[in-house]
T-cell receptor, first 118, second 113 residues
Framework: GAVVSQHPSWVICKSGTSVKIECRSL??????MFWYRQFPKQSLMLMAT?????????EQGVEKDKFLINHASLTLSTLTVTSAHPEDSSFYIC??????????????FGPGTRLTVT | DQQVKQNSPSLSVQEGRISILNCDYT??????FLWYKKYPAEGPTFLIS?????DKNEDGRFTVFLNKSAKHLSLHIVPSQPGDSAVYFC????????????FGKGTKLTVNP
C-alpha cells in the first residue's frame, strides 16, 4: 500500500523560531500533497494544497507568509512554520494524492507531527 | 459553515454488536464520500468510500450507506471489535473525488470487550 512519512514526529521549539516539517511519499509519486492541522477534538482543517513545481494554494485564513510550503519534488513537500508562536502549537498532518491510474480518490496520510511552541 | 457534520462526538458499543456512525452534509456538489479511521497521534487511514452513483458499498465488516436525498451517509461496522476503537472521520469531495476533502469533526468509537 501507499506509504507517506513525516519528519519529525514531534518537535518542541521556542517562540520566534522556525520549524520545518517534511512530508514524503515513499512508494509513489505525488504531484499534489495537502497540509492539514488538527486541534484537540476538532476536525482536520485543510491549510494548503501543495503542487509540485508551482506555488501552493492556501485556504482562506491561512497566512502564506507564516506557513511556507515547498513541493520541490514528486515525493517531498515541506511545511515551514516561521516565527512560531504558542498558538501555532498543533498536530500537523500531510497527505498525498495517489496517481489517478490507481482509480481511487482516497488521500494517503502521514503519521502527523506534533508541534509545541513554548 | 460546517459542510460535513458528525453530530455524535462519541459512541460506545459492545464487542460483537453493530456500530453505526452517521454523517450529514450540506453541499449538494459533494459526490464522493470517504471514511477514515484515526488513532491518537497518528494520521488517518482510509477505510471505505462511496460514489454518489451508488447507495451502498461493502468491504468486509464495513458498509457505507448513502442517502443522497437526505444528504446523509452512515458507516456500519459488523461485528464490532475492540481494535475498532478509534476516531472515525467522514469526508466529502466534489468533482468525483478530485476536489479537496472536507472533513467532519469525527466520532470517537469505543468498543467494549
Amino acid at each position: 500500500g501507499a506509504v507517506v512519512s513525516q519528519h519529525p514526529s514531534w518537535v518542541i521549539c521556542k517562540s520566534g523560531t522556525s520549524v520545518k516539517i517534511e512530508c514524503r511519499s515513499l512508494d509513489f509519486q505525488a504531484t499534489t500533497m495537502f497540509w492539514y492541522r488538527q486541534f484537540p477534538k476538532q476536525s482536520l482543517m485543510l491549510m494548503a494544497t501543495s503542487n509540485e513545481g508551482s506555488k501552493a494554494t492556501y485556504e482562506q485564513g491561512v497566512e502564506k507568509d507564516k506557513f511556507l510550503i515547498n513541493h520541490a519534488s514528486l515525493t517531498l513537500s515541506t511545511l515551514t512554520v516561521t516565527s512560531a508562536h504558542p498558538e501555532d502549537s498543533s498536530f500537523y498532518i500531510c497527505s498525498a494524492d495517489p496517481p489517478r491510474r490507481w482509480s481511487s480518490y482516497e488521500q494517503y496520510f502521514g503519521p502527523g507531527t506534533r508541534l509545541t511552541v513554548t | 459553515d460546517q459542510q460535513v457534520k458528525q453530530n455524535s462526538p462519541s459512541l460506545s458499543v459492545q464487542e460483537g454488536r453493530i456500530s453505526i456512525l452517521n454523517c450529514d452534509y450540506t453541499n449538494s456538489m459533494f459526490d464522493y464520500f470517504l471514511w477514515y479511521k484515526k488513532y491518537p497521534a497518528e494520521g488517518p487511514t482510509f477505510l471505505i468510500s462511496i460514489s454518489s452513483i451508488k447507495d451502498k458499498n461493502e468491504d468486509g465488516r464495513f458498509t457505507v450507506f448513502l442517502n443522497k436525498s437526505a444528504k446523509h451517509l452512515s458507516l456500519h461496522i459488523v461485528p464490532s471489535q475492540p481494535g475498532d476503537s478509534a476516531v472515525y472521520f467522514c469526508a466529502a469531495s466534489a468533482q468525483g473525488g478530485s476536489e479537496k476533502l472536507v472533513f467532519g469533526k469525527g466520532t470517537k468509537l469505543t468498543v467494549n470487550p
